[in-house]
């Protein structure tokens, strides 16, 4: 039997994006991968991030924010930065570590820009869910998609 393969997804907070990558890839993947995720900062846990994926039936609920440093003494495999800022900022990791950028739209600054145009909070919410959508469908592409 192969080792699941360790792969950590990084953003800026660890509130949302990376959030959402590690429950599906628990979700999906947890016979192949071993899911982390972490933020280059702090932040909180996004509860629209929570509401779009228990529709969807994953529950990330119990997942707290977890900073970039408190996988400085794990061996990962892979580190997929899902924002911009994480990908700018993305520390070194020693090893065999492979760095990989799938940056996704970032669904707060999203809704946030709606709610200035006065949208409802459903119109807000399908932000997220786009999003949440993208993210399944790069997840089902693992580990396949970390060769090319």
């Given amino acids: 039997m192969s080792k699941k393969l360790k792969v ?24 192949v991968i071993e899911a982390y995720s972490a933020g280059v900062e702090n932040g909180s846990l996004n509860q629209n991030a929570v509401k779009v994926m228990a529709e969807a039936g994953v529950n990330i609920s119990g997942h707290k ?3 970039i440093d408190e996988f ?23 090893g065999n570590c492979k760095v990989l950028h799938v940056g996704f739209d970032d669904p707060p600054k999203m809704a946030k ?20 959508d993208e993210i399944k469908r790069f997840i089902e592409t ?7």
């Fill in 65 to 67: 924010p977890k900073h």
């Fill in 113 to 132: 820009e709606l709610a200035e145009q006065d949208a409802s909070e459903e119109e807000q919410l399908e932000c997220y869910r786009k999003v949440r």
């Fill in 8 to 31: 950590l997804f990084l953003c800026t907070r660890n509130s949302c994006r990376s959030q959402m990558a590690e429950g599906w890839a628990r979700h999906l993947k947890d016979d």
């Fill in 72 to 94: 400085k003494d794990v061996e990962l495999d892979v580190v997929i930065t899902v924002c911009g800022n994480a990908h700018e900022t993305c520390p070194f990791f020693p």
């Fill in 142 to 148: 693992l580990p396949e998609a970390l060769n090319k």
